[in-house]
């Protein structure tokens, strides 16, 4: 690919980077200064930042540059920007002086540090941890269980699951949080209706709260409109990244929802930190059920118990006359479940309750606890909590 095709996907996909609570994106702005593409697609630019700018935007910066086709590293230099409000004309960005430069959340690139030598970020994976296999990977600091929830398919309802986890731990008054490894379809902001950016303190990120749960996701960073082109390096980088340079403090269950499929960001998990058991999600359809199987296999090939099988959209139940009607079936789940000896989880209705409140940006078991979907979130995360518990051997989660 010719340097004018890459500056020209490079410019295009800026101009679709927003600083949060605006309108206008970076270009538009006057924010974006020196940018160099290098014969080898190594991508450099100023970017200014203003005083009302979060400096996790040259985070997001360089994250969806990284993804663009044919950019083979990014660099993000920072200066101080006395640009005008939108619908003004921007002023240049005034370089900072010398040690004072602002610091911003580093990230791997494609071919790791920017330069040899440089110390490795968090978002930096050393080969030790790229080859290291996943019974070896420690336990989170400060995190009690980890907590996968995965599918062999995408649209059955794994962000539902993840979500409503994480907040019915979270009403019995557990410390939880819920990290969104779901690189492609980051969906757990709308989900909780968190809006803001993480903030940044001392080169940390500090997750956002929601109905009582830490959430930590690329939906904070990235515009909805930006699509997430990301190779494998950078997804490891990523996952790494929210899991060891977010301020995730003590907590009883952190909740990671996972991408479809047994791609690079199940593996990365797996290498990086001991996962304590495996969800897998399903709905009644056989196409369903034979990702679920795939994901169970790699799980159990990589020493992470499957702690069980949910179902989910397993019958609608008519609000006029009462009827159920199984729209995708009826048992697929719960009959893979029994074919290979794992438990059962529970089966969640397919209804209007969860759609409503997602939409909404509340989890279902706080907006809707009494409606049937809401209860049987409810009885899974009572199931799944009892089964990391007879796991771990212990009598209770402190």
């Not at 593409?37 to 630019?45: H, K, N, R």
Request: net charge negative.
């Amino acid at each position: 690919m010719d340097l004018q095709s890459i500056r020209d996907r490079v410019e295009s996909t800026l101009r679709r980077v927003k600083p949060a609570g605006g309108d206008m994106d970076v270009v538009g702005l006057g924010l974006v200064g020196d940018l160099q593409v290098d014969e080898g697609g190594a991508v450099s630019l100023l970017l200014g930042l203003r005083p009302s700018d979060d400096p996790s935007l040259a985070e997001t910066v360089r994250l969806v540059l990284s993804g663009v086709k044919g950019v083979t590293g990014v660099d993000v230099r920072t200066a101080e920007s006395k640009a005008p409000p939108e619908g003004t004309v921007p002023a240049a960005p005034k370089p900072r002086e010398p040690g004072k430069a602002k610091r911003s959340l580093p990230v791997v690139g494609p071919k790791g540090p920017a330069s040899a030598g440089a110390p490795r970020s968090a978002g930096q994976v050393s080969q030790e941890e790229a080859s290291r296999h996943p019974s070896e990977a420690e336990p989170l600091a400060g995190v009690r269980h980890v907590v996968a929830v995965s599918s062999g398919k995408g649209g059955v309802g794994k962000s539902t699951v993840s979500t409503n986890l994480a907040a019915a731990w979270a009403k019995k008054g557990y410390r939880v949080g819920l990290l969104d490894a779901d690189i492609y379809g980051p969906d757990i902001p709308t989900m909780f209706g968190a809006t803001e950016r993480p903030r940044i303190q001392d080169d940390m990120v500090v997750p956002v709260e929601a109905h009582g749960v830490k959430l930590m996701s690329l939906g904070f960073l990235v515009d909805d409109e930006t699509p997430a082109i990301w190779r494998g390096p950078i997804i490891m980088g990523i996952v790494r990244q929210f899991l060891h340079q977010v301020v995730w403090g003590e907590l009883d269950y952190l909740v990671v929802d996972l991408p479809p499929g047994t791609g690079d960001a199940q593996l990365s998990l797996v290498q990086l930190v001991k996962v304590d058991g495996a969800v897998m999600v399903s709905t009644p359809q056989d196409v369903s059920v034979t990702g679920v199987l795939k994901g169970i296999k790699m799980f159990e090939s990589v020493d992470v118990p499957v702690l069980g099988i949910v179902e989910n959209m397993r019958g609608f139940v008519c609000p006029d006359c009462g009827s159920t009607h199984d729209l995708f079936g009826s048992g697929g789940g719960e009959g893979l479940a029994g074919s290979l000896g794992l438990p059962f989880i529970g089966a969640v209705p397919l209804g209007l309750a969860v759609r409503q409140e997602g939409d909404k940006g509340t989890p279902t078991v706080i907006g809707r606890p009494d409606s049937p979907e809401g209860q049987a979130l409810e009885a899974i995360a009572d199931v799944v909590e009892a089964r990391i518990v007879a796991a771990a051997g212990s009598a209770e989660v402190p």
